[in-house]
């Protein structure tokens, strides 16, 4: 798998870069940057209403990749909305879910380890609409969400939760929290964020009612997120009015499009989906799923080096699969040191509380250490970083010795 490491290159410009930040951001293949220069030069247009040529191939470039991107989710091009990522995917998906609380109910249902991108925007709607948000910490409720107290469930209007951990990257049960939806009459939410650049997703069998994702974890451009939103809201209020969703406008009143194209006021960023849509060309191209295998094997291999060295990744539950990220703290020396440590042996991590206060808190941790595996890793970065990190203990314990 090292050999996709030539088709990104800023590894080209920085070779001794050991890039292990991926769930913050990924690195860009030759294939997405050349397909921005591609539609900037080749057929740069608006879409909608232009009938020259340079028009209907931006049209066509801009719907096509509609089509990539649901194929490779699982789902119809109809249910596709292009956002600017996923918090504003997430935002879209509280405005309407909050056009259809019924009377009677009162919770909002998320765990603990949700990302504030999926927290505000809840706390923001219980506010609104007189609802409170009970929070799910207990592991084995998150594994089975069937067991939360039946008085609880019978009054729950929404259910959110991450398919992937952005701290701990375990995969959450996210079928059976929106198989429950259903049976309870909630609306059930999935963040995507981290699960689109470590699973194969399929939205079809996760019967969610939305599925938010950014394209930049997934190897694309920053400023294109995605909502998958079920046929049953399609023709919700958007959160946005503008140019581009009309089907009339009087003086004093206006009629929107139906389906997807009401939630895509303006002019939407063509060049970027259709640069998505070549970067997962790409990624079937060098077969997703054995590039999926190879970061799982990573990650496996990345903690049990960690544990090797007496470093216990943070974890909601031992019994969850996980995925493409580490989390971990070193005793004694503040996360901040370490980032900063690591950073000068040109290793790339993360440290804080990774927009998971809840969490942390939770697990009695001030911050943490992130390690995030991308395509282009190899098991000879992670033996680099196991390395760095043993040097790092002793370059701080030195003095107590």
Not at 142 to 157: G, Q, R
Request: aromatic residues 8%; contains cysteine; charged residues 20%.
């Amino acid at each position: 798998m090292s050999n996709i490491k030539g088709d990104f290159p800023l590894f080209k410009k920085n070779p001794k870069l050991i890039y292990l930040d991926n769930a913050a951001t990924t690195q860009k293949p030759y294939a997405m940057l050349d397909a921005l220069t591609e539609y900037y030069i080749e057929f740069n247009s608006n879409v909608g209403r232009g009938v020259y040529q340079l028009a209907q191939l931006s049209e066509d470039a801009y719907e096509s990749s509609r089509k990539t991107l649901a194929k490779f989710l699982g789902c119809s091009n109809k249910n596709i909305v292009y956002t600017s990522g996923c918090t504003e995917s997430l935002s879209l998906a509280a405005h309407i879910s909050q056009q259809y609380i019924k009377e009677g109910k009162k919770y909002i249902i998320l765990p603990i380890s949700e990302h504030h991108a999926n927290v505000l925007i809840w706390q923001d709607i219980a506010e609104k609409n007189n609802l409170e948000l009970y929070w799910v910490s207990d592991a084995d409720l998150i594994l089975n969400p069937n067991n939360i107290d039946e008085e609880i469930l019978k009054k729950t209007a929404i259910m959110a939760i991450a398919h992937v951990s952005n701290v701990t990257g375990e995969i959450y049960p996210v079928e059976k929290w929106c198989n429950l939806a259903k049976v309870i009459d909630a609306i059930s939410i999935v963040d995507g964020a981290q699960a689109i650049t470590s699973l194969k997703i399929n939205i079809h069998e996760i019967g969610c009612d939305f599925y938010a994702l950014s394209a930049h974890k997934l190897y694309g451009p920053m400023g294109l997120g995605v909502l998958y939103i079920n046929n049953k809201y399609l023709n919700s209020s958007p959160l946005k009015l503008g140019g581009g969703i009309i089907e009339d406008v009087e003086q004093q009143s206006h009629s929107l499009l139906d389906g997807n194209n009401r939630f895509e006021a303006g002019t939407p960023n063509v060049a970027n989906a259709y640069a998505f849509s070549k970067t997962i060309e790409f990624l079937n191209e060098n077969n997703w799923i054995d590039l999926l295998n190879h970061t799982h094997e990573l990650g496996k291999y990345l903690d049990q080096e960690l544990i090797n060295i007496g470093i216990h990744p943070l974890s909601v539950s031992n019994k969850l699969s996980k995925t493409h990220i580490s989390s971990f703290l070193i005793p004694g020396i503040h996360s901040h040191d370490v980032g900063t440590y690591l950073a000068q042996k040109n290793i790339a991590v993360r440290v804080g509380k990774h927009c998971t206060y809840p969490l942390h808190k939770h697990l009695k941790v001030n911050s943490s250490i992130r390690a995030s595996i991308g395509i282009y890793n190899t098991k000879a970065d992670i033996d680099v970083l196991i390395g760095s990190i043993k040097d790092c203990i002793n370059y701080f314990n030195k003095d107590t010795k």
